[in-house]
């Protein structure tokens, strides 16, 4: 028992903080070189996916027309008979200092070309062009009111050059092996020629590709008309039974 006169402390009565407000440890990242000495990691270079230029009065071109290059001369050749600094100070017209350019020229290019082609979208003019042998493909770069602010041609044959070094880029090899193990597919599924009679080959992705046979509406999409005046001046076609009988 505790003498009389004394005074008991009031005891604290300890209350659960919040998950939220526990201190949380603090992500380190650690920089011994030892950590990091392995294989040389995956690098992708660098690829131009277009320009633009500035004329000599800093006016903004989504396009190269007032870019300028230099051509050196031989190394091991003579030096060229005239002064560059000939005309210099007459024509150099000095940039202002106090006008702030920062990114806004190449923040505006990105988004005058924030509709630029992307690997599918090359995918898809490529396997367009190459198989009918189109050469060459014209694309129209729109701004954002949508009007054509400039063309760019590529050849067909070198569009997969622009995403060769992509991981996740498509190969022209996969599409044209993938394309003849389709049709060879095809041609031995489809072995009746009827035409009310129609096959439907569908995929989904990570799935494999499935066929399924419908007989007239809605599937059917040849016109009586059309199928009659094929087979009028022809012989009656022969029916080529189906495997399911």
């Given amino acids: 028992m505790e003498p009389r006169g004394t005074k008991r402390k009031a005891e604290k009565t300890e209350v659960e903080k919040p998950l939220h407000k526990l201190p949380r440890a603090v992500p380190l990242l650690r920089t011994q070189p030892s950590l990091y000495s392995g294989p040389f990691p995956f690098y992708r270079r660098p690829s131009e996916l277009g320009c633009f230029s500035l004329d000599a009065q800093r006016q903004y071109h989504g396009d190269a027309r007032a870019l300028r290059y230099y051509s050196p001369p031989p190394i091991n050749g003579p030096g060229p008979d005239f002064d560059l600094r000939d005309g210099y100070p007459d024509r150099y017209q000095p940039r202002d200092e106090e006008v702030q350019e920062r990114l806004d020229h190449l923040l505006r290019w990105v988004l005058e070309h924030r509709n630029q082609l992307e690997g599918h979208k090359l995918l898809k003019w490529w396997a367009q062009s190459f198989l009918p042998g189109v050469p060459h493909v014209v694309a129209g770069f729109r701004n954002p009111e949508g009007f054509v602010c400039s063309l760019k041609t590529f050849?067909?044959?070198?569009?997969?050059?622009?995403?060769?070094?992509?991981?996740?880029?498509?190969?022209?090899?996969?599409?044209?092996?993938?394309?003849?193990?389709?049709?060879?597919?095809?041609?031995?599924?489809?072995?009746?020629?009827?035409?009310?009679?129609?096959?439907?080959?569908?995929?989904?992705?990570?799935?494999?590709?499935?066929?399924?046979?419908?007989?007239?509406?809605?599937?059917?999409f040849l016109p009586s008309w059309y199928v009659e005046t094929m087979t009028q001046d022809l012989p009656p076609l022969s029916k080529t039974p189906s495997p399911k009988d």
């Fill in 155 to 220: 050849p067909t044959m070198e569009m997969f050059e622009n995403v060769r070094n992509d991981r996740e880029g498509w190969n022209p090899s996969v599409c044209m092996n993938f394309c003849a193990a389709f049709l060879s597919f095809a041609q031995s599924t489809v072995v009746q020629d009827d035409p009310r009679l129609v096959h439907l080959f569908s995929w989904e992705p990570g799935g494999p590709v499935t066929v399924s046979v419908h007989r007239d509406a809605p599937y059917a």
